[in-house]
């Protein structure tokens, strides 16, 4: 399963390679105005500095708009994969980036239908926001168990990415059904490595050591 990092931070993006379980980076809009940077030089610093895949999304809605800005982007790294919105022209846009072998991440799905559409126009990732149907009292996870089941049926290359990842738990669940990838918060990344009982068993044995008033070297 890969792990990438959904952020535009380069603080935290520095410090998820260096904790070694960061496969890659997803942004949105959204992420890269938090940064109050400008768009694509931020996009190129990120591409930059991660070894894998590294999705920058497109800013028009139309098809020659989205067609530009995607050719704009995928020349910034060999790396960057376009992220187009789930909507018609988004999709005649992945299919001609597909045809291009461009790279691309669809994004904004909610429905098992909509993600067969993505699929079927070649996708490279389907992006389903597991958090956002939770928060409208909708199963965000078994939206990715229907897609899984979907692709798996007619082996649809489309990489599943789960997005919009809230907790612990939905990382958890990605694993479990086999989802591709999971786009993951700094914090929730942080919080995997967690457990009460390790910190509370390293602290056993460092204070049962240190009874001995013995070093390491003695
Ligand atoms: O990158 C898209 C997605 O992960 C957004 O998450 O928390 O804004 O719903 P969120």
Redesign the pocket.
């Known amino acids: 399963m890969q792990f990438f990092l ?1 952020t535009a931070d380069i603080g935290e993006i520095e410090r998820g390679l260096e904790l070694g379980m960061v496969d890659g980076v ?1 942004t ?1 809009p ?2 890269i105005a938090k940064q109050g940077k400008p768009y694509l030089p931020t996009v190129k610093e990120i591409a930059e500095l991660v070894p894998g895949p590294v999705s920058g999304e497109v800013l028009a809605t139309d098809y020659q708009g989205m067609l530009d800005q995607a050719h704009r982007l995928a020349e910034l790294a060999d790396n960057v994969v376009i992220k187009v919105p789930l909507i018609p022209e988004g999709l005649r846009v992945a299919a001609q980036l597909d045809a291009e072998d461009i790279d691309t991440n669809v ?1 904004l799905c909610f429905s098992a239908n909509q993600a067969l559409l993505a699929a079927k126009a070649g996708a490279t990732y389907i ?1 389903p ?1 597991v ?2 149907l939770d928060d409208i009292g909708h199963d965000g996870m078994a939206l990715i168990e229907e897609i899984i089941e979907i692709y798996d049926n007619y082996d649809y290359a489309t990489d599943v990415l789960v ?4 907790s612990t738990a939905h990382v958890l669940q990605s694993a479990t059904l086999g989802a591709d990838v999971a ?1 993951i918060p700094f914090g929730v990344l942080e919080k995997l490595y967690r457990h009460s009982l390790t910190d509370i068993g390293l602290d056993k044995f460092l204070s049962d050591w240190a009874k001995t008033g013995k070093s390491f070297d003695d």
């Open positions: 959904d997803t949105n959204s992420l994004t992006s926001f958090g956002r997005a919009s990842v809230r786009t």
